[in-house]
């Protein structure tokens, strides 16, 4: 099967691409760094030629506004996929964006999830938890100077790998024609010791604060509204096994 991934290059998008090509897929990755501009449309009709199904794993970038962003992906994709032919489209988002408000990221993702739902083509929505990478990125840009901060949140990661392989399942299968199951980690974590558990394995020296994150985003991690449903699917990777295989910071 002719697949497109649009963000192929990124965390989620890369894993799907792999994920397909073991299968025996052909690929082909819709990215400005293979000449695809998904905001503007440029180079979309091309790339979809013989495609069958596309997933969409793209990610707002710098400080491009994420609702903005997303329905203009989505334009692209399902203006230029009911052209070819295209006949599924597997969105990823995230588990209990529609829970937040005041954040423009879980919005954009609310928006994307519409847009294409009103697209015309099958299509399957693929929400999924944070991905375990999730603690390096906190650590990452909650800082100030050399103190980083570990929020306070109630998370159930998810191995980007796996998500990866999820969306191919999800390409291989027939339309659901709305959400499938959430898929998640195994077992739910604390943000704050995920942030310190990596700093740990880093051999990061900073000194690791815990934060109370304000607004819509702070409750709902700590009142458990970006953790799964019931029926998910879970994933096999923990969050512990993820840590234990970070390389050694020479």
């Known amino acids: 099967m002719r697949i ?11 894993a799907a691409v792999a994920a397909a090509r073991e ?9 400005r760094s293979a000449g695809v501009d998904l905001v503007r ?22 400080k491009d506004d994420p609702t903005a962003f997303h329905e203009a992906v989505t334009r ?4 230029e996929g009911q052209r070819a ?23 954009g993702k609310v928006a994307q999830e519409r847009a294409t739902a009103r697209g015309g083509i099958p299509f399957t929505i693929a929400r999924a938890t944070q991905f375990h990478e999730f603690s390096r990125q906190v650590f990452g ?6 103190v980083h901060f570990a929020p306070s949140g109630r ?5 980007v790998r796996e998500v990866g392989a999820r969306l191919v399942d999800l390409a291989e299968a027939a339309p659901v024609g709305g959400r499938a199951a959430d898929f998640a980690g195994p077992r739910e974590e604390s943000l704050r010791t995920m942030v310190r558990a990596y700093a740990k394995a880093a051999g990061e020296r900073g000194v690791v604060l815990p934060l109370r994150v304000p607004g819509g985003l702070g ?15 879970r994933g096999a990777q923990t969050f512990s096994e993820w840590i234990a295989a970070l390389p050694a910071k020479a």
């Open 4 to 14: 497109a991934v649009a963000g192929g290059t990124g965390q989620a998008g890369a």
């Open 23 to 31: 299968r025996g897929h052909e690929v082909v990755v819709l990215a």
């Open 41 to 62: 449309g440029t180079g979309v009709a091309a790339a979809l030629e013989g495609v069958e199904v596309v997933v969409d794993a793209s990610g707002v970038q710098g």
């Open 76 to 79: 692209s994709l399902t203006t």
């Open 85 to 107: 032919g295209v006949r599924h489209v597997v969105v990823l988002s995230i588990v209990g964006c529609d829970r937040v408000h005041g954040f423009a990221l879980y919005a």
């Open 141 to 146: 840009f909650a800082k100030a100077g050399p």
């Open 155 to 159: 998370l159930q990661p998810v191995a």
């Open 219 to 233: 409750r709902a991690q700590r009142d458990g509204s970006l953790l799964p449903g019931p029926d998910a699917v």
